[in-house]
């Protein structure tokens, strides 16, 4: 082999594991945070930072019409790292329902959130096991005291002609 075909042989060979490898690491991921795969990396083996947990209420379904007409809504559940240079790790995205009962847990293990990375999750509108007085709690780590992830809710519906949306913000409270 000359020098040339030598290199593009061990160039194509090089390709042939690392490929396998990245798909691999998507894979890893739960299917519903696969669109986030370039936001998000394994979070490091030992973490360590400041522990912090955001509470976000929102709505899987609410009463109108003077409680005699149910609009039930989708939930997208945004994590923003507002940081440019530094990862937050989340550890914990649960759905609870308005009884506090935990309806679903979203990671099975903690992700890394790079720099300035986005990632969601989504509650479909038919799904209101949430009720009336859904949340969800985020737990997270943060690299310093100062950085922290901006944590959102956008609920959205339509019942007839009517369109309806709500935001929530989440709050920081006790871990």
């Known amino acids: ?38 936001s998000i990396e394994p979070a490091p083996a030992s973490v360590s930072g400041l522990p912090g947990r955001t509470y976000v209420p929102v709505y899987s379904s609410v009463m109108a019409m003077g409680g005699g007409t149910r609009i039930d809504f989708s939930i997208t559940l945004s994590i923003h790292n507002g940081s440019a240079t530094r990862s937050i790790v989340i550890e914990r995205i649960d759905y ?26 989504v509650v479909a509108q038919p799904d209101t096991r949430g009720g009336l007085g859904a949340n969800f709690v985020v737990d997270w780590t943060a690299p310093t005291a100062t950085i922290e992830p901006i944590v959102e809710a956008v609920m959205l519906a339509s019942h007839g002609t009517q369109g309806y949306s709500f935001l929530a913000t989440g709050r920081k409270v006790e871990r």
């Open 96 to 121: 609870f329902d308005t009884a506090g009962k935990l309806v679903e847990a979203h990671l099975d293990r903690p992700v890394s959130l790079k720099p300035y990375g986005t990632m969601q999750v």
């Open 1 to 38: 082999m000359h020098g040339t075909s030598k290199r593009l042989a061990t160039a194509l060979v090089f390709l042939a594991l690392a490929l396998p490898a990245r798909a691999q690491q998507a894979t890893d991921l739960p299917p519903a945070l696969a669109p986030f795969a370039a």
